[in-house]
Every structure is written in C-alpha cells, then in structure tokens.
C-alpha cells in the first residue's frame, strides 16, 4: 500500500477546530519528515515542518507520535503542524482578510530526517474555513457605521458581541464570524482608516461607538437587554470607555486591553478623557533591529496622567481580562490588576482576570500561529509582541473558551458546558 495523509475531518473544517493528521502505508518505524504550507490572501507563505518515526505497523497518527528534535518543534503535538506555521517573509503576521474564502492547507510527507529534502511519499490538501455553512455576513452602512455582522443559524434571537481590534485600523472580521458560528450574533466594527472613517489616530469620539451599540440593542436578531463587548489591544480600552459610558452594555472581555485610554484623545459629549502619556527614549531596539516597547507607556497611577485612566467604575457590567504575561506591547497584567483594584475600591465586583505565562500580545483564535514580532503600523518598524509559541497556541484555545463561557453565562445566564483554567 502507498503512503498516504489521512485527515479527519476529511476535506474541510473550521480554523477554530482541531484537526486530524496520520499517515499510512510507511514502512515499520520509518523515518519521515512532515511539511505544511499555507498561502495567505498577499500569496505570503508560511511553513511548518516536523520528524518523525512510523510505528512498528508502519502507521503515523500525530494524536499519539512524538516529533522528535530538529524540525519547527518536538514533542506530542498533534496541531504543531498548524501552529508552528511562520512565515518566509520577516514581521509577517497571518491574517484572514477574507472570511468568504477558507485558506488552503498542504499537506506533504518526505523520506527521512535529512537535511535535504528526502522523496515525496504523499502529499494533501485541506480548507480551513472561517465562516459556517448557514452563517449570515451582513454588511452593515447605517448611519455613521462600518462594519459586518455575522448571525449565527437558527431563528434567533442571539446574545449580541461589538468585536474591535487594535491600532492596526481596517474592518478584521475573522474573530467575529468565528464566534458567530458558536451562536452569537457578532458586530465586526471598524473605528479609523476604513472607508469614510477618519484615517488616522488622533481622536475618537464614543457617540459613533454608541450608535452601534443602539443598531445592536435594537436589532430583531439580538437578545437583550443588553450587549458583550470584545476587544483586544487598543480595541480593549475602547469597550472599556464604552462600558463605562454607554448604556446597554452587560458583559466585556478585553484580550490585552488597557484601562488608560491608550494612543489618541477620547470625547463624549463634554467629557474629554486624554491619551496616556509616552515616552520615546524608553524604547529598547535590539541587535536584531526590533524595537521592545513595553516600557514606553507613562502610568496612569502618577501625575497628569491619572486624568487618562478610564472610570470604570462607573460600568454596570461584569469584566474578563485575559492577560498575556509575556505581552511586550504593554504591561496588560499591570493594567489588568489596577483596573481590578478600582472596581472594587468604588464597591464593584471582582472582575476575572485569566493569566497565561508565556502568552504574548496578539491571542487569537485558536491555531493562529503566534507572532512574535511584525511591523507597528504607529512606529513604521518592527516590534516585539513577545510570547512563546507552545504556551502562547496553549493560551489561544483556553482563552476562546473561557471568552465563549462568559459570554453564555453573562448574556444568555447559561453555563457553555465546561472551562478550564491553564
């Protein structure tokens, strides 16, 4: 019998879910060295590949085989393939830019450990999809507005998420249709440099974020009374501005978020909450080129800075902070800790805050590959994001499911089966 890949499930499966990989036909313990490729929406590629030993019945199932040293990692690590993916081209991070279309995985089994690349035995391939089948992409221009959002299947209504990321503008929406095709109804909003958006980082103003929060308290397909809120990054201190001012809001998560309001000045109505401080000259560039700046942040504890640490106390919801204890962005645990002592210095309750060492700055859906550095679209060059990539691939699929969890539990008052704590 030829070799040949085996993956269940068979042809496609969603990004967020794992996947299956074996070989058969090989020779008793034989040598084989697995490679898989991927090709971003750029055509960018990204490689993983890994050693291994067939058993004695000439089967190899990654659930059960180790990887042994000398390839992108060792060890038993049945989705090393998928996470241990990086890119040829330097400071690259995968994205998804379109959630319409899967990404294509390839998959090839080789002769032996050597350094050049022994025959090829076998070779698959496998789509990796963002959106499931019956899930609804609704584009969304009301208003001021710009944004996409996803319903779930089903007649509905759905517990309602506002998703936001970072400082790197645009409308991302492969987070949000993820979690829709776990039974939430998720608004995708772009905030700057998205269509008739402003194009930079200088002000926002959180009567626009208001406006959507009221197109999802309003919407026939949202389950009231009210909303979650997810954001990572700059993204996070925006829900925390929103939680604290805006109506309608009853549970927020920030994935390295910050509690000072971070990178540009924030109005609503006549209240004006400025930008946290910086310091250029505490920015460390290595040898390598790659700028560490998690020390350039000012504390919002000290001086006239205290004037951008956002009153959360005056949110009527609930809060997670996951934290990445190898974040270089910033100091997310530091500000995940002050945000905590605020909220109950004014008599709130305890937010959860779920630490993961070794987890840097960009957690993501589970099975991204980990960035450890690309380029800052504010600094024009790159930077360290930290993290290292088995705990950090650890910390992405135990942080999806505690966000899934407290987000069933707070909008909808049910458990989601079962969470674990790393």
């Given amino acids: 019998m030829a070799p040949s890949i085996r993956l269940s499930p068979a042809a496609r499966s969603l990004f967020d879910e794992p996947l299956a990989i074996a070989v058969q036909g090989l020779g008793p313990r034989q040598q084989v060295t697995l490679r898989t490729s991927l090709r971003d929406e750029t055509g960018e590629l990204f490689q993983a590949s890994a050693h291994y030993q067939a058993g004695d019945d000439g089967e190899l199932d990654l659930a059960r085989c180790p990887a042994l040293p000398g390839g992108s990692f060792c060890g ?30 390839q998959l090839e089994a080789f002769e032996g450990h050597g350094q050049r690349r022994g025959r090829l035995l076998a070779r698959a391939q496998h789509e990796r999809a963002f ?38 503008g645009g409308l991302p929406e ?87 309001n971070v990178g540009a000045v924030l109005r609503y109505k006549d209240i004006v909450i400025p930008a946290l401080s910086i310091n250029p000259k505490r920015i460390k560039v290595g040898k390598s080129g790659i ?9 919002p504890l000290e001086g006239p800075d205290q004037q951008s640490f956002i009153p959360l106390e005056k949110a009527e919801c609930c809060f997670l902070f996951i934290v990445g204890q190898d974040d270089h962005n910033w100091k997310s645990e530091f500000f995940a800790v002050e945000g905590s002592k605020r909220l109950q210095a004014h008599g ?66 049910k458990p989601s089966g079962t969470s674990s704590k790393l």
């Avoid at 992409?137 to 970072?166: H, K, M, W």
């Avoid at 905030?191 to 002000?203: A, R, V, W």
């Avoid at 790159?382 to 987000?407: L, R």
Wanted: overall charge neutral; some cysteine.
């Fill in 291 to 299: 700028a560490d700046i998690i020390d350039v942040l000012n504390s």
């Fill in 174 to 260: 492969y987070r949000a249709c993820l979690l829709a095709n776990h039974g939430f109804a998720v608004l995708a909003l772009a905030f700057y440099s998205y269509e008739d958006l402003p194009k930079g980082m200088k002000e926002f103003h959180l009567e626009y974020f208001e406006e959507a929060v009221n197109y999802m308290l309003q919407h026939t397909q949202v389950k009231g009374p009210g909303i979650g809120l997810l954001g990572h990054s700059k993204g996070g201190d925006l829900c925390v501005s929103m939680a604290s001012f805006l109506k309608g809001i009853t549970a927020t998560v920030l994935i390295n978020g910050s509690v000072a």
């Fill in 131 to 168: 959106l499931r089948h019956g899930v609804r992409r609704v584009p969304v221009r009301e208003g001021r507005i710009r944004a996409t959002l996803f319903l779930p299947t089903g007649s509905g209504p759905f517990p309602g998420i506002i998703d936001l990321y970072g400082t790197g």
């Fill in 348 to 413: 709130k309750e305890k937010p959860e805050i779920v630490c993961y060492p070794g987890a840097g700055h960009y957690i993501e859906p589970p099975f991204f590959p980990m960035c450890a550095a690309s380029m800052h679209l504010l600094l024009g060059k790159p930077v360290m994001w930290g993290g290292e990539p088995k705990a950090h691939c650890e910390a992405q699929i135990d942080a999806w499911q505690q966000i899934q969890a407290f987000f069933h539990k707070h909008l909808t008052g």
């Fill in 76 to 105: 038993l690590e049945p989705m090393g393939l998928l996470w241990a993916l990086q890119p040829q081209k330097p400071f690259w991070r995968l994205v998804k830019r379109d959630v319409q279309s899967p990404f294509l995985l």
